[in-house]
Nanobody, 123 residues
Framework: QLQASGGGLVQTGGSLKLSCAAS????????MAWFRQAPRKEREFVAA????????YYSDSVRGRFAISRDNTKNTLYLQMNSLKPEDTAVYYC??????????????????WGQGTLVTVSS
């Protein structure tokens, strides 16, 4: 139901834009988020956005470099990633859920997950 795409290989300092398309159902009223998992590390929160798009949340490691957005008319979530660093290398997952403010950064607050797209940043 969630299909992530847009990953690839990019050099340090480069940019990528990830997309996450919802199919089979709409996620009206749902918040959506991006998480990532690097090799031998736990999955971590990257960014989240409320249904209206009026509130966004970022991890400290990506704030100022990444921008999350959504187009509800297209049922699509985006993540614009700029100034990429080797430590951004990971599989990126999109997710949908109804977290409260205190859980917006927790993976357990999201019920629907995409399959992941690999981002590799070379040094």
């Amino acid at each position: 139901q969630l299909q992530a795409s847009g990953g690839g290989l990019v050099q340090t300092g480069g940019s990528l834009k990830l997309s996450c398309a919802a199919s089979g159902r709409t996620f009206s009223g749902y918040s959506m988020a991006w998480f990532r998992q690097a090799p031998r590390k736990e999955r971590e929160f990257v960014a989240a956005i409320r249904w209206s798009g009026g509130h966004t949340y970022y991890s400290d490691s990506v704030r100022g470099r990444f921008a999350i957005s959504r187009d509800n008319t297209k049922n699509t979530l985006y993540l614009q990633m700029n100034s990429l660093k080797p430590e951004d290398t990971a599989v990126y997952y999109c997710a949908a859920g109804r977290p409260i403010l205190s859980t917006v950064r927790e993976s357990s607050a999201y019920n629907y997950w995409g399959q992941g797209t690999l981002v590799t940043v070379s040094s």
